[in-house]
């Protein structure tokens, strides 16, 4: 199966701050979804993005599927932004989704 | 109906019981997938549904383990003699297998056994 990284594991920000997040894939995907897991464990979708760039509000997302990585932006943190990040992806459309092993950010007023 | 829906939110139990979580998906997806969280990791796949079909199951899920989708609604995942190492977080998802097959979870089953 394919193997997914994150990098950085842990991040800490001053309010206000700029991030990137990364994460890379073994293998090419057609499924790459970015989820936030807030600190009462629900994980809540972020975007859908097997290519391409979007944006919502201060988060956007670029894919560049034939090199197999994805970044996430966070502009202007906020210390509601605090929590661990996940990419996860399937290679095909009946393959079981693998999720990388997360960034942690903390937010700091 | 507003989203995945999990039952219960928190279960203790001594090791050696069988426990048994539900699972509701949002109304109109046909896909249905079980995963399972430990402390400072990211959500293992266990299994998935597709309708009433279990399409895949993932070596972890041991013997022990079970799960059923009979309608191909709610779901079921049931763990007996459990064990300390089961304990963990599980989470539900579901997705439509259409164009995109987004995964959208649940708020997750915490289970102890002590």
């Known amino acids: 199966g394919i193997q997914v990284e994150q990098s950085p594991p842990d991040l800490i920000l001053q309010e206000g701050a700029n991030s990137t997040l990364r994460c890379n894939f073994s293998?090419?995907?057609?499924?790459l979804q970015w989820f936030h897991q807030n600190p009462w464990g629900q994980l809540i979708n972020l975007f859908y993005?097997?290519?391409g760039t979007k944006q919502n509000g201060r988060l956007s997302a670029t894919t560049v599927a034939t090199e197999r990585y994805s970044l996430l932006y966070i502009s202007s943190s906020q210390t509601t932004d605090s929590g661990v990040y996940f990419c996860a992806g399937r290679k095909t459309s009946y393959d079981k989704v693998i999720f990388g092993p997360g960034t942690s950010l903390s937010v700091i007023p | 109906d507003t989203g995945v829906s999990q039952n219960p939110r928190h279960k203790i139990t001594k090791r050696g019981q069988n426990v048994t979580f539900r699972c509701d998906p949002i109304s109109e997806h046909n896909r249905l997938y079980w995963y399972r969280q430990t402390l400072g990791q990211g959500p293992e796949f266990l299994t998935y549904f597709q309708n009433e079909a279990q399409l895949e199951k993932s070596r972890l899920l041991s013997d022990r383990f079970s799960a059923e989708r009979p309608k191909g609604s709610f779901s079921t995942l049931e763990i007996q003699r459990t064990e300390q190492g089961d304990s963990a977080m599980y989470l539900c998802?579901?997705?439509?297998?259409?164009?995109?097959?987004?995964?959208?979870f649940g708020p997750g089953t915490r289970l102890t056994v002590l």
């Open positions: 993005i097997p290519s």
């Open positions: 293998d090419s995907v057609n499924n």
């Open positions: 998802a579901s997705s439509f297998s259409g164009i995109t097959d987004e995964q959208f």
